[in-house]
């Protein structure tokens, strides 16, 4: 009897040890993969989060930018890594919700843990100054007179922009032409040129070139935009936005992701995070995994049918 007593203690000492393992996370600093280049929005979101979390977590994050591939280039390394929680990335949504639909990716929405939501901010319809609508009406007027009457600009195919555009043209009934850009600095100056005629962006994109914005692709009112109806309220629904959080490698313990979901929360409720995010013209929101992952599997959804309608997939 005594050899299988000898494992049976073996057994209850190695349960008992992987509750002392999670108990102890982290002991050390944590990499936080950002898949794009420094100075960015999703950049300075990181870095204000980077603070916050490791003051909730009592432990140094260290922001890894990891720029390349419209950000799939990050998340393949973060797919990658030991999951043990010492590897995260702070990613917008487009990475994970659009970009596996345009072409194939070494990941997909399963491959990660979904910690928690940081932010997020609507998209707004936004027209230039030389465009020929100055109301929503006018707009719907002037793209609907014939297929691709509207030039529009976007930073990139299946890009969030592009893809909150194509959003308001399959709202209206309408076709457009897509200008394609480097990066939404070019994009705002082409708007501003004349050169494309409207874009959607984040309303900071509209309030810093004090442009003419149309309609908000929001569920409710923007509360800093409180005279901007929603594409709703102009009898045309549809939504588009930007949004990022913390997530993981898929077969991160679960007792590690909870413990990086309350410093999570306890971050993003910090007056320090959520001054920066005012100051970003985004809304410091948290959600927990099952929610954040609930409305990044929507926003999947919808991005994998405007890129098929659109004929966007490459490589497939």
Do not use: W
Not at 139 to 159: R, W
């Amino acid at each position: 009897m005594r050899p299988i007593a000898g494992l049976i203690v073996l057994a209850v000492t190695t349960l008992c040890a992987a509750p002392a393992q999670a108990q102890t996370y982290p002991t050390r600093p944590i990499n936080m993969i950002v898949p794009f280049p420094p100075g960015g929005n999703t950049d300075i979101m990181a870095r204000a989060l980077q603070n916050e979390i490791g003051k909730a977590i009592g432990q140094t994050v260290v922001i890894i930018n990891k720029g390349g591939a419209a950000g799939a280039l990050g998340l393949i390394d973060l797919a990658r890594a030991a999951p043990d929680g010492y590897t995260v990335a702070l990613t917008p949504n487009n990475p994970l919700t659009a970009q596996p639909h345009l072409q194939k990716q070494p990941y997909g929405m399963d491959s990660f843990r979904y910690v928690c939501l940081t932010y997020y901010a609507p998209y707004v319809l936004i027209a230039g100054p030389q465009a020929p609508f100055k109301t929503f009406r006018e707009f719907v007027t002037f793209a609907k007179a014939k297929s691709e009457n509207l030039v529009y600009g976007h930073p990139g195919l299946a890009s969030q922009p592009h893809l909150g555009m194509l959003a308001v043209l399959k709202a209206i009934g309408a076709d457009g032409l897509g200008v394609p850009f480097t990066g939404a600095g070019p994009m705002a100056q082409a708007l501003l040129g004349g050169t494309v005629m409207a874009i959607t962006e984040t309303p900071a994109v509209a309030t810093a070139s004090n442009l003419p914005i149309l309609a908000a692709l929001a569920d409710a009112r923007i509360a800093a935009l409180p005279d901007v109806p929603t594409m709703a309220e102009l009898g045309y629904p549809a939504t588009s936005f930007t949004a990022g959080g913390v997530i993981a490698p898929g077969s991160t313990p679960p007792a590690v992701v909870a413990t990086l979901e309350k410093a999570c929360a306890d971050a993003t409720a910090r007056a320090e995070y959520k001054a920066i995010a005012t100051r970003l013209n985004v809304e410091a929101r948290y959600l927990p995994g099952e929610a954040f992952r609930k409305l990044f599997d929507a926003d999947s959804v919808e991005n994998a049918d405007a890129i098929r309608r659109s004929g966007l997939a490459v490589n497939k």
